[in-house]
């Protein structure tokens, strides 16, 4: 099932796809579907029940992730760059344990290539939004992305990656 980012209002998945042996089964006519929602960030149950000829219950699960944030000003340095990102509501901030900054010299963030940074929304950093990246190449361009993550029960759950937006260092 599609995970849903925080809006602050209950969510709920949309019909859940069920096939069987290659055939694609009808909502509300071969199944029935039921799933509580939910209004904050975390793992609700959705319970699929046959009807008619087809018999037995599946259960899977539906997400509701944290409201993504975007790379709001990059500002190039000395073999370093500072990444500012656009600062959450008070609602969506309750909805955020911090944020994870990407950073690589690919365009396709390649394992090899990319690199991650934590930043709690807690720290004096994720108060402010920003981290400074030092002690890389110099004159390099870097293509840098940010989400957000929300810890619960012991589960993290992550909004997707902001679009990416380059910066070039300075010598």
């Keep these: 099932m599609k995970a849903k980012a925080w809006t602050g209002k209950t969510l709920k998945p949309a019909a859940p796809t069920v096939k069987l042996g290659g055939k694609t089964l009808r909502s509300g006519v071969d199944y029935a579907w039921s799933c509580k ?3 904050a960030v975390g793992s609700y149950k959705v319970t699929v029940t046959g009807k008619g ?3 037995g219950t599946k259960t899977a699960t539906f997400k509701i992730v ?3 944030t975007s790379v709001k000003k990059l500002s190039k340095a000395k073999r370093a760059f500072t990444v ?3 600062k959450p509501s008070k609602a969506h901030l309750k909805q955020t ?3 994870q900054v990407r950073w690589s010299t690919s365009k396709k963030f390649t394992k090899k290539a990319t690199k991650v940074k934590t930043v709690k929304a807690t720290s004096a950093a994720g108060k402010k939004c920003t981290l400074k990246v030092s002690k890389l190449k110099a004159k390099k361009t870097y293509y840098v992305q940010v989400r957000t993550y929300k810890k619960v029960g012991g589960k993290t759950y992550y909004s997707s990656w902001s679009r ?3 910066v070039k260092t300075r010598k």
Excluded: D, S, V
Aim: aromatic share 16%; charged share 30%.
């Design 53 to 55: 000829a087809y018999a």
């Design 97 to 99: 344990t911090g944020y």
């Design 37 to 39: 929602g939910g209004r």
């Design 164 to 166: 990416a937006k380059a």
């Design 84 to 86: 500012k990102w656009k």
């Design 66 to 68: 944290p409201k993504g």
